[in-house]
T-cell receptor
């Protein structure tokens, strides 16, 4: 099974940088995902990490440390439209559930002007 | 239509009603999923279909019955639901071996 922890809420200012942390305890690991979900909308894929290190994609970067069971999502040059819930999810390595994702409760980010 | 679509977007039903949720994906994927999203709780995986065969059923009550007639369509049949079943029900699809799951906009279900 999986246990995933992330902060419930965060607030930051437009133009700033914010880091959203995620820790996990797993019985198997086959990748960590970050999704963005605006209120009333579908989650959309942001990033995928399976090896240790930093993956950069425009204003968003995601970091993974498998030995520490730790990831973070870094958002730079924050914009008002970045206000959303950010979901951390881990894929189990178990046979028969290789595509099964376990989600954290999400971090609600509010960007203030 | 592109991506993953779900109908209806909103549904209110009584505890004795029978209704169905529909999901359709236009991405050529071969895996489809049903998730439940309740307020302040993590997304919960309910069912997984791979090549139309159910491969996962995460201890979901029998009042939820999935159906996958082909790799593009997925249904969730509902009967004798409870008020605590009120939630956002999300459908997703992915390519076998792929990383990303693509989500539909969800059906907001209220059980009275």
């Amino acid at each position: 099974g999986q246990n995933i922890d992330q902060p419930t809420e965060m607030t930051a200012t437009e133009g700033a940088i914010v880091q959203i942390n995620c820790t996990y305890q797993t019985s198997g690991f086959n990748g960590l995902f970050w999704y963005q979900q605006h209120a009333g909308e579908a989650p959309t894929f942001l990033s995928y990490n399976v090896l240790d290190g930093l993956e950069e994609k425009g204003r968003f970067s995601s970091f993974l440390s498998r030995s520490k069971g730790y990831s973070y999502l870094l958002l730079k040059e924050l914009q008002m439209k970045d206000s959303a819930s950010y979901l951390c999810a881990v894929r189990d390595q178990s046979v028969g559930s290789a595509r099964q994702l376990t989600f954290g409760s999400g971090t609600q980010l509010t960007v203030l002007p | 239509e592109t991506g993953v679509t779900q109908t209806p977007r909103h549904l209110v039903m009584g505890m004795t009603n029978k209704k169905s949720l529909k999901c359709e994906q236009h991405l050529g994927h071969n895996a489809m999923y049903w998730y439940k999203q309740s307020a302040k709780k993590p997304l919960e995986l309910m069912f997984v279909y791979n090549f139309k065969e159910q491969t996962e059923n995460n201890s979901v009550p029998s009042r939820f019955s999935p159906e996958c007639p082909n790799s593009s369509h997925l249904f969730l049949h509902l009967h004798t639901l409870q008020p605590e079943d009120s939630a956002l029900y999300l459908c997703a699809s992915s390519q076998e071996g792929g990383h990303e799951q693509f989500f539909g906009p969800g059906t907001r279900l209220t059980v009275l």
